[in-house]
């Protein structure tokens, strides 16, 4: 893999903010329009608008750092030399979207050598920008967040996602849904995991959890949620990644109750 030289720069947090800006923009061109609907087998639908804002994220990464490496959700992979990762999701929430639902985003992961270095996700309906960076914390519209404070689970609003499957893995985790229900204050499934883990790191929620999930899902809410001071792990409360498929996020208070729960799904 090859390394930068002294005159490549890193990408700036304004470069990434631009990134989704730009294909939010794309996105609430789209929004009020008869959508072309394809539908991808086990994996929900894509529209045009998806299609425009992944082409305009590739193409001005690509521009600005040509080596680098991208996973995005609808074309694949694009194969670099350099250290740069790129994880996109040009619309998260695409069946919200077509639907006229404005719970939908842009979200954007930057790996550098291998590990996270920052992240952001824009929800263009109602213009608020998350964005993190390791180890300089987390901010929405550029004010710093904070995971919540609350200690109980009866206390708490949690979020979670159903993947696509309809099949009797898909009852299992309706019986943890339903456990979950009982024993949170309440449990919401808005339909995009990237604002959910945005609404943790915010402190709107105070835990998340969900499988089925791609890295382009999470590649960005993860980083926010632990630069918020909150806890990403598994279901079994082990240390996760991105392409692990699933996770649990909290404000770290409820981690363990939520964590006894989520841990009876088999995977």
Not at 148 to 160: A, H
Request: glycine share 10%; aromatic share 12%; charged share 25%.
């Amino acid at each position: 893999m090859k390394k930068f030289s002294r005159r490549e720069k890193w990408p700036s947090s304004h470069f990434l903010i631009e990134l989704a800006h730009g294909a939010g923009a794309i996105l609430m061109k789209y929004f009020d329009k008869k959508h072309q609907i394809e539908v991808k087998p086990n994996a929900g639908i894509v529209t045009e608008a998806d299609k425009a804002a992944e082409a305009y994220l590739v193409k001005n990464i690509l521009r600005k750092f040509p080596k680098s490496s991208i996973i995005t959700e609808e074309t694949g992979e694009y194969q670099g030399e350099s250290e740069l990762l790129w994880i996109t999701d040009p619309l998260d929430g695409t069946s919200n979207y077509a639907h006229g639902f404005p719970w939908f985003c842009v979200s954007i992961g930057l790996h550098v050598k291998g590990k996270p270095k920052a992240g952001v996700i824009y929800q263009p309906f109602t213009k608020e920008l998350y964005y993190a960076e390791k180890g300089k914390g987390a901010f929405l519209n550029g004010k710093r967040i904070r995971v919540s404070k609350t200690k109980r689970l009866n206390e708490s609003l949690v979020g979670t996602g159903f993947y696509y499957s309809k099949s009797r893995s898909l009852a299992a985790e309706v019986d943890v849904f339903q456990e979950m229900n009982e024993q949170a204050l309440a449990v919401r499934r808005p339909g995009s995991a990237a604002l959910d883990l945005a609404c943790v790191a915010s402190g709107r929620f105070d835990g998340f959890w969900e499988r089925g999930l791609s890295s382009w899902d999470v590649a960005a809410g993860f980083l926010l949620v632990e630069e918020a001071g909150g806890v990403v792990t598994n279901y079994e409360g082990k240390p996760t990644n991105i392409f692990e498929g699933y996770c649990l996020a909290t404000n770290g208070h409820i981690h363990g109750k939520m964590k006894a729960v989520v841990s009876k799904i088999k995977k």
